[in-house]
């Protein structure tokens, strides 16, 4: 169980977070059918740093991206993501 | 250490220990050296550690549900009234028919299962039975366990794991400097290395130490093994708080604490090493420093005449121990070329190697040796080895750390660490030895006690082919027993290295794997134990429901009413009952579950038109609609209802089961791909508990609690039920005019109450989830899990008229893959007996051994004409109508024969609805 | 039996807090122009993540980055947030359970993976964490008394659970 | 080469009695040649066995099978040796029948016993829904020809005593669904038999051996040949078969594939006498028991649903899979966990395996099984070895193309869509 600097909340237990999916493979509204379907069904799949989103859900509910070792588990950045927030 | 005396049985009989004994030691105070059988020949094994490494001295302890097979003597303090019995016997511990196996050890050589038993499955069957039987070591308790394990959460600035001498110091240190600091020690004392070395430290400091750790707010824990290090220095400690099979004060047996440090010490100390000589493994052998345990902490002397064999200074420590406790040492064994000053008047013989020993099956009588090319032969009782140490480096590595080559200590110390852990004191500087190769027997000579691994065995695994060190290991299963091999892996790696002309480290090492020992699966379970970690989610309603004792219905984590049998009534005639109510009358029904989300701001519609796959924002104020939802990848997975209660405020609906996901796709689409929408979308389906009333009547009944003319189908208003703010959507899925009411969760019972009442007086009864699958079914309505299985397009449902003109939606890219337009899908038709009964989920086929061109996904009887229908998936179905099919299913012996119909068995016009 | 004197100490308390009225304040643009809005209107500010602020009539507690959950009168705050943001009532599907006494921290650390026996997480702060499988969102009331806020569907399970643990705490 | 001592019970009597100094290796220990006809990257079960089937079905010889670490090391070595065919949809259970059709005589086939022991595949079911869920199943398989029963609870209570069959368990037992013909296998016995038999019909085994790049011809052209931590080795066709490193391995011939890589832990207890006599699985809950040979409990549950291939756990997930069994075998609560491990898991974006061409020419991928290939190693190897050797898939394995994800002609057991982790 890792531990994850929610950039609302601070460090926080894996527990309280659901991984989402890789940053590469987020389809936009406005993408073309071919390109949508390439994104969603492909993976770079990184044997070394990628980067994910997760979410909070069991926290702050907020989403976030991060750059994470898939070996090391070393999170090397962490930023919050959604509408601009209050600190 | 003088205790009261408590007693405890051993395989039936009584004995008597001191308190503070581990059993190891009260079994050897009470003279008992055959304690077990090893795992494949069935050897006599005595107890060869005081630690949590013994290999050998495997009890049962406990009884009923707290029994625990396979508890290391050693690590089990004797409470008054332990019960331990000896293990893999039969028909009793000295007299074992399975010790027969030992006579065909040569046959029974590493891997010999995989070169013979050949023949069919069931011929292979035949052999695993016995093979079976003789394997495993303790039975299995069969009662469920009458305790209670709990998970706990710390967390701290240091965690120091070991309570030697460095751990203690080290605790303290960190205690004094203001830091936050947890010391977990699996003994049952502090520095109990102290006790077996007293001339090392003081005794009284050890109490000093921790005191002024606990004066400064440190947490103590002792009988708690830290037994995995997982990432981010999260430690998990299994504390015991009662002995295996005792019986808790507190109903907790044990607590698995999930400690997140910011920095951790691992004082872990180091283990013994044994030698390699023939018959190593008989009671009457055991390490030096274990010997000296029972001498110096529990007064225990297992042996009058003791060899000792030793290739390193520490074992002279065991020798004086005996000495002043009055055994005689008879011969120091000393590997080492020449003496080193350490000899303390002992008969010390260097270049000195024990060959084999002989001995009764409890006991050793004669140890042979090699002394300079010399054999000789001493009587005696006990042997006492030390082939080295091995640093407990086991946590290190879990921590994704790296080791280096002591040569001087033959043996891995802690390297690089990948995580925020040191390892202290011994475990970093284990003392130095003399190196020694094996010259016995090898057939004889065991490496892996407990698994019955010799020498000779590596080398048949090497000469097979079976050579990296994990090859060895699976092939062999050496380290693979309960202690992991903690005593046998540096032994056999270093028969390994000799095989393949390397020195030990280039022969590799496997894979430190959590535990660090065996962990009670029980405590890992926690309080999940007892729910699968799957609280119930209980209706608001719940206590009203209850009332009436409904048969209650899982669906997810939920639990909903089925049926409310009356006098007697079967499932199947309670829902027949309740469906005809709401059909010929009035009926109402629980549909709290519902997923809803209050969507509000002037973006609403635009999120809306995202989310869902049909049209919203031409919707009016106060109207709804039908719509579903596609998965990013074109198929639909969920369907329900979209309401406009406001200018910009807005309710979606959706299935029970697809709240959580829906909610989460919710928030993907709200937080990550639209940020800049001006809306709020909160998950309200708790926050309301819903009604539906449905039925010919329902409107009255609606006339009556509201006081003014209900809403029209597929409108919505608010109005006051029962004295509470409802809202109240035309919406039906019955097929029956009908209502749903949705109020505040928390005053939901007087809202039900009202209703009941109304219904009640009008005829009406309550109706379960299983009446309103028959009404849904016979009217063609859908449902998640059923029609919606996530395979299925909207154009399989025959929802295609309705998807957004727009677009814009999501899974619209997805819908426009060529197989999901392809022709011959599977599409949702009806069905209707022409004879017998249509089971849910039977295969359609058209002859009997043909393929299956489809299911039955939902099964019912017409409500008011009796008849079996059925809702279906086809291939190419919307052009089969009137086509005759078998729907069958094999696993329940059911057949009928039936009719492709359109999939709608009820006022397929939507007539019902209009006022 | 008790021998006489002896002073019975219960661990922690757990005691479940009457239905209220709750609300989800969410603001989905001009956050700043809102929060001044708010501070003008009500004499103190929108409490920062992890922090409550308010009064017994009005209290606003941050779990989120956009949302504050709202206890009391919020009669005010919709000219506040005009068309910034909207209120949507969450009350039903939450029960609020008080723990208090000295050891409720302890029984927070539970099958709880929230440092709750943090000395920071003091009187004033809010967090959501997930205790024995349920999402639970916590406020510190004062040193002996913490809320809790657990999702209606769970609050038995959980209340069961805290019951059961919390008789074993120094076990 | 036929280097090779059949094995039986005679041979180990010989072994008895001369020492045991009459074994050979059970496969040799060659230096990888310059070129090959066809090189399979992966030494795991289903790489062996597609170079075995290549030798043995296709008579092809110069064929050379290429591990980083050591054979069997994968997630052949480290999964919980479920065999089963029980799936609803045809494409599968039709590619899992054929291959329990194979282990059921795969012992003798190799002339090493792997083991295969079908003591029967339980799926319980909690509720009316999980039994008519676990019928529908049924009744696609022996639409199929393929083995199933419905149990009654009574029965279920008879065939596995220890569950907890009572009324008010969280998750109470109405009945269950059998494969009879499922069971368990020798996870390593499976590599290694199938490594012996390739090796005996001249494969090379060329264990330490890392494949780290692609040779192509010409940029973006067909590969040619393989770039490795032992040299660069020349191929005609190259078939990946590297299961939880399928996304890594592909990238390096510049492919991103319909597959992420994910942790599935397992665990076993300390040994006991026989208590359980099946492979417990269940409709709603999310753990597999079985008890090995040894006496172990061997324990499995879902992935630790995020990317890793880490090779290392969540003990959350561990402990949430073991407080399923538990309730499910209350009689487990005192065994002990002896060791926890894990493997990198090869999970596709629809639950099914691909077996087929790549876009890249020459070169063929074998991946995706998920946390269920194990079951599938000789169907597998059979059907990777007819790829590699016509060009074309074999009909059982036409249905698992690299393509179907971009047509949308997926193979969705659960229906749960695209992402591992789907919603
Ligand atoms: C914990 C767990 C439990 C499971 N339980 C079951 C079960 O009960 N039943 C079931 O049917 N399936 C199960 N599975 C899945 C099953 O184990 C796999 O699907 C199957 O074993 C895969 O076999 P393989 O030969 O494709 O892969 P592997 O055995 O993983 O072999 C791939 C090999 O490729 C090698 N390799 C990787 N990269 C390179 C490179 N660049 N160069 C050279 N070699 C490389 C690896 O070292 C590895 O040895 C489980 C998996 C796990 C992890
Ligand atoms: N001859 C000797 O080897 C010897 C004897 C006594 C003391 N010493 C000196 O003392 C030092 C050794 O002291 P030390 O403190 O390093 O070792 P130690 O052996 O005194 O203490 C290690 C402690 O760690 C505990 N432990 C090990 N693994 C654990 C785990 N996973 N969880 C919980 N507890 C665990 C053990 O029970 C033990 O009490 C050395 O520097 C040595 O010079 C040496
Ligand atoms: C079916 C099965 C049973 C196992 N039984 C044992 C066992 O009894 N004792 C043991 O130490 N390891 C056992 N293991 C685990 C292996 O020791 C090892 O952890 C696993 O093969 C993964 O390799 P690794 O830990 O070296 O990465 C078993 C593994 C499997 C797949
Ligand atoms: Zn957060």
């Known amino acids: 169980m890792m531990q994850i600097t929610c950039p609302h909340c601070g460090p926080r237990a894996q527990a309280e977070f659901v991984y989402e999916r890789t940053v590469d493979s987020v389809v936009t509204l406005d993408a073309a059918p071919k390109e949508a379907m390439e994104t969603l069904f492909t993976r770079t799949n990184a044997r070394g740093e990628d980067a994910e989103i997760w979410r909070h859900t069991f926290g702050c509910r907020a989403w976030l991206v991060m750059t994470r070792h898939r070996v090391t588990n070393d999170i090397t950045a962490i930023r919050a993501i959604g509408p601009e927030a209050l600190p | 250490m003088t205790g009261p005396m408590i007693t405890f049985t051993f395989d039936g009989k009584t004995y008597q220990a001191q308190e503070g004994d581990t059993l190891a030691a009260a079994l050897l105070r009470s003279g008992i050296g055959l304690v077990g059988r090893s795992f494949k020949y069935h050897r006599p094994r005595g107890i060869m550690t005081a630690g949590v490494e013994e290999p050998n001295a495997l009890v049962t302890v406990g009884e009923g549900g707290r029994t625990e097979p396979n508890t290391r003597a050693t690590d089990v303090f004797v409470y008054e009234g332990l019960v331990a019995t000896s293990q893999n016997r039969w028909p009793s511990l000295s007299f074992d028919i399975g010790a027969m196996l030992g006579l065909a050890a040569p046959i029974f050589s590493a891997g010999f299962y995989y070169k013979t038993f050949f023949g069919s499955a069931k011929r292979w069957m035949f052999y695993e039975y016995f093979i079976r039987k003789a394997a495993g070591l303790g039975n299995a308790p069969v009662e469920a366990d009458p305790d209670r394990f709990s998970h706990r959460s710390a967390f701290c600035d240091v965690l120091v794991v070991g309570a030697g001498p460095a751990g203690l110091q080290a605790a303290l240190d960190a205690a004094e400097s203001g830091k936050r600091v947890i010391l977990a020690e699996q003994d049952n004392i502090l520095g109990p290395s102290l006790i077996r070395d007293p001339q090392d430290l003081d005794s009284a400091w050890i109490e000093t130490a921790a005191a002024r750790i606990r004066a400064k707010g440190g947490r103590i824990l002792l009988r708690t093994t830290a037994s995995g290090y997982w990432e981010h220095d999260l430690v998990t400690l299994s504390q015991r708080l009662c002995e295996p099979g005792q019986k808790p004060a507190k109903g907790i047996a044990q607590r698995l604490w999930h400690v997140r440090a910011s920095e951790v010490i691992l004082a872990t100390g180091s283990i013994e090493r044994p030698l390699a000589f023939a018959h190593n493994d008989r009671p009457g052998v055991m390490l030096s420093q274990a010997v000296r345990t029972y001498v110096q902490r529990y007064g225990v002397v297992p042996g009058k005449r003791v060899v000792i064999a030793t290739n390193n200074d520490d074992a002279y420590r065991t020798a004086h121990a005996l000495k002043a406790a009055g055994a005689d040492i008879v011969a120091i064994l000393d590997a080492r070329p020449s003496p080193t000053g350490a000899n303390g008047g002992f008969p010390v013989f260097n270049q000195a190697l024990p060959v084999s020993v002989k001995g009764a099956r409890h006991c050793l009588k004669q140890v042979s040796a090699d002394v300079g090319g010399v054999t000789k032969v001493w009587q005696a009782d006990l042997l006492a080895v030390s082939g080295g140490f091995t640093p407990t480096v086991h946590l290190h590595m879990q921590a994704g750390g790296t080791l280096e080559w002591d040569d001087a200590a033959q043996a891995f110390v802690p390297a690089m660490s990948r995580q925020n852990v040191t390892t202290i004191g011994g475990a970093v500087r284990p003392d130095p030895i003399f190196p020694v190769k094996p010259i016995s027997n090898p057939k004889k000579s065991f490496v892996d006690f407990q698994n019955d691994v010799t020498l000779a065995d590596v080398d048949l695994a090497w000469a097979e082919g079976y050579r990296s060190v994990e090859h060895l290991k699976r092939y062999t299963t050496l380290g693979m027993a309960t202690d992991q091999g903690k005593l046998s892996n540096m032994a056999a790696l270093g028969r390994l290295a000799e095989k393949q002309g390397v020195a030990i480290p280039g022969a590799g090492l496997t894979t430190f794997r959590p535990p660090y020992t065996p962990v009670t699966m029980g405590l890992l379970a926690g309080a999940g134990a007892k729910d699968a970690g799957a609280h119930v989610r209980r209706l608001a309603l719940y206590d009203v429901h209850a009332a009436k004792r409904p048969i209650w219905q899982p669906l997810g984590y939920w639990f909903r009413p089925r049926a409310y049998p009356v006098g007697g009534e079967t499932l199947a005639q309670t829902a027949l009952r309740e469906a005809k109510a709401v059909r010929t009358g009035v009926g109402m029904t629980d549909v709290s579950t519902l997923a809803k989300f209050e969507i509000s701001g002037p973006d609403s519609a635009a999120l809306l038109e995202i989310i869902c796959a049909t049209s919203v924002s031409k919707l009016a104020v106060g109207r709804g609609r039908y719509t579903f939802m596609l998965r990013e990848d074109g198929f639909v997975f969920d369907d329900g209802t979209v309401w406009r209660l406001a200018e910009n405020r807005y309710l979606l609906t959706g299935s029970t089961g697809g709240a959580d996901r829906m909610a989460a796709h919710i928030s993907y689409v709200r937080q990550y791909l639209c940020p800049h929408l001006r809306v709020s979308a909160v998950n309200v389906q708790e926050h309301y508990a819903g009604i539906a009333v449905a039925g010919p009547k329902a409107k009255s009944v609606m006339a009556a609690l509201m006081g003014e003319e209900p809403p029209r189908h597929m409108s919505t208003v608010p109005a006051k039920i029962g004295g509470a703010d409802v809202l109240i959507l035309a919406a039906s899925y019955s097929g029956e005019r009908a209502f749903e009411i949705y109020a505040d969760a928390a005053h939901a019972a007087a809202v039900w109450a009202a209703c009941e009442a109304e219904v009640t007086a009008q005829g009406g009864c309550l109706y379960g989830l299983e009446a309103m699958e028959f009404l849904r079914i016979e009217k063609g309505h859908l449902v998640v899990g059923g029609e919606i299985d996530g395979r299925m397009t909207p154009h399989d449902l025959a929802l295609g008229k309705m998807l957004n003109k727009a677009g814009g939606y999501i899974g619209a890219s997805g819908l426009s893959r060529p197989a999901l337009s392809a022709p011959n899908r599977r599409q949702l038709i009806g069905l209707e007996a022409i004879s017998g009964t249509i089971a849910e989920g039977a295969m359609l086929i058209t002859e009997h051994g043909g393929a299956p061109l489809g299911h039955v996904t939902a099964a019912a009887f017409r409500v008011i004409e009796g008849g079996s229908i059925a809702l279906g998936q086809l291939e190419g179905g919307f052009d089969r109508t009137g086509e005759e099919l078998i729907a069958t299913s094999p696993t329940r012996g059911q057949t009928a024969r039936v009719r492709v119909v359109a999939p709608h068995f009820y006022d397929a016009a939507g007539e019902r609805y209009r006022d | 039996m008790m021998p006489q004197g002896n002073v019975i100490v219960t661990d922690v308390t757990i005691t479940l807090l009457p239905a209220a009225p709750l609300y989800a304040l969410e603001i989905w643009s001009h956050a700043h122009d809102v929060a001044k809005r708010f501070e003008t209107a009500l004499g103190f500010a929108l409490p920062v993540m992890g922090r409550s602020a308010g009064s017994d009539d009005l209290c606003l507690i941050r779990f989120e980055p956009t949302v504050w959950l709202v206890e009391g009168d919020v009669g005010a705050l919709p000219p506040i947030l005009g068309e910034d943001g909207a209120l949507t009532t969450i009350g039903g599907g939450i029960v609020r359970v008080r723990l208090s006494g000295p050891r409720w921290r302890a029984l927070l650390m539970e099958s709880g993976v929230f440092d709750a026996e943090s000395p920071s997480f003091a009187s004033g702060c809010s967090a959501a964490t997930i205790i024995d499988h349920v999402g639970v969102r916590l406020h510190v009331v004062s040193d002996d008394v913490c809320d809790a806020y657990v999702p209606r569907s769970l609050s038995a399970g959980l209340v069961h659970f805290w019951e059961a643990a919390a008789g074993s705490l120094a076990a | ?423």
Not at chain 4, 288 to 300: L, M, P, T, W
Request: with cysteine; glycine share 14%.
């Open chain 4, 1 to 423: 080469a036929d280097h090779m001592s059949r094995y039986s019970a005679l041979s180990l009597l010989r072994g008895a009695l001369n020492g045991q100094k009459h074994w050979q290796p059970a496969w040799r220990d060659p230096e990888p040649k310059a070129s090959y006809d066809i090189i399979i990257i992966g030494g795991g079960g289903h790489g062996l066995a597609t170079a075995y089937y290549l030798a043995k079905v296709h008579g092809l010889r110069n064929i050379a099978v290429l591990e980083k670490g050591y054979i069997g090391g994968g997630n052949t070595g480290r999964n919980t040796t479920i065999v089963r065919s029980n799936y609803r949809q045809k494409p599968l259970h039709d590619l899992f029948e054929f291959g329990l059709k194979m282990w059921e005589h795969l012992s003798d086939e190799l002339n090493y016993n792997v083991m295969f022991s079908p003591r029967g595949s339980l799926t319980l079911g909690h509720s009316d829904a999980d039994m008519t869920v676990l019928a529908q199943r049924g009744d696609a398989m022996r639409c199929s020809g393929i083995d199933a029963e419905l149990m009654t609870r009574d029965q279920v209570a008879k065939f596995e005593p220890l569950l907890d069959m009572s009324r008010d368990a969280r998750f109470p037992i109405e009945g269950a669904m059998i494969q009879r013909r499922g069971g368990t296998a020798r996870h390593d016995a499976v590599a290694w038999g199938y490594a012996r038999g390739a090796d005996s019909l001249g494969v090379d085994i060329i264990q330490k051996c890392e494949v780290t790049g692609f040779v192509r011809d010409g940029e973006g052209g067909a590969v040619v040949g393989v770039e490795t931590s032992r040299g660069r080795i020349h191929a005609g066709r190259i078939g990946i078969c590297v299961a939880g490193h399928s996304g890594h391995v592909a990238g390096l011939a510049g492919l991103k594939l319909p597959i992420e890589s994910q942790t599935l832990q397992a665990m076993v207890t300390e040994g006991v006498k026989p208590m359980l006599n099946s492979v417990i699985q269940t409709q709603s809950l999310h753990c597999y028991i079985s008890q090995s040979d040894k006496g172990g409990i061997v324990f499995g549950g879902d992935p630790d649903n995020w990317p890793s291939y880490a090779q290392r756990g969540d003990p959350m997930v561990m402990q949430g899979a073991i407080a399923q069994g538990l309730a499910l075998v209350p009689a487990l609560s005192r065994l002990r966990m002896v060791r926890t491990w894990s493997g990198v898991t090869d999970m596709s974006f629809d639950g099914s395996p691909i077996i087929g061409e790549t876009p890249v020419r020459n070169l063929f991928l074998n991946g995706g099984w998920c946390y269920g290939g194990f079951k599938a190693t000789p169907a597998s190897g059979w059907t990777y070895a007819h790829t590699l050797a016509t060009g074309k898939p074999h009909a059982l394995n036409a249905p698992f193309s690299l393509e179907r994800f971009m047509t949308g002609a997926t193979i969705d057991e659960t229906g749960s869509g695209a992402l591992p982790n789907s919603r």
